[in-house]
């Protein structure tokens, strides 16, 4: 079983969490352990229309999935420091935050491990595991950028939420799709029905 760790923050674009969750257990052989931010359930609640009893430690009621794939899910209290993700130990296949807020982002570049999401980024850095981290903010300043050089020199995979129009999407979700793509693409899993140039 390959084990996920994925954060979603209080960054706008909720929406590229939930395809990316749903689109890792299309595989029976993954398993995602989900980290949601207290300002990442605000945004949440306030993006992803249709939802209204929406609660971020029961995926099912924001996420288009079957009972086993929920089965799939380990939800964890952003606030449990001393949850599994909390430690190397804890083996990984990889840790994606998407969205990334600027706050989490600036945290992980300082190495502030303040909550259970920042310590697991933390952590994929000093075990030298994947951690991709997905930025929706614009414009960037200074501070950003430079945040995001210092993890991407420590090892991160800065991956911007900026969707391409090259295979001419007709909706949102197409370019939702195009993003999850990236981070799958980026991390050798293979997300079926790809769009790929020339294909």
């Known amino acids: 079983m390959k084990r ?13 969490g939930a395809r990316l969750i749903e689109a890792l257990l299309h595989d029976p052989d993954h398993e995602v352990h989900l980290i949601v931010t207290p300002a990442g359930a605000r945004v949440m609640a306030g993006e992803l229309a249709g939802r209204p009893r929406l609660d971020p430690r029961e995926p099912r009621s924001w996420l288009e999935i079957t009972e086993e794939q929920a089965r799939r899910i380990v939800a964890y209290d952003s606030h449990d420091i001393g949850a599994g993700p909390a430690s190397g130990t804890f083996r990984t296949t990889a840790t994606i935050v998407c969205p990334c807020s600027m706050k989490t982002l600036g945290a992980a570049a300082a190495g502030l491990a303040e909550n259970l999401l920042t310590r697991a980024a933390d952590v994929a850095l000093k075990e030298g595991r994947p951690l991709v981290l997905v930025p929706r903010e614009t414009p960037l300043s200074l501070i950003h950028l430079r945040n995001m050089t210092r993890l991407a020199k420590a090892g991160a995979i800065i991956l911007p939420a900026n ?28 997300l079926p029905n790809p769009i790929r140039w020339g294909e």
């Open 4 to 16: 996920f760790v994925v954060g979603i923050t209080g960054a706008s674009g909720s929406i590229y």
């Open 163 to 190: 969707p391409g129009f090259y295979h001419q999407p007709q909706t949102i979700e197409d370019l939702v799709r195009f993003i999850v793509q990236k981070i799958f693409d980026r991390l050798g899993l293979d």
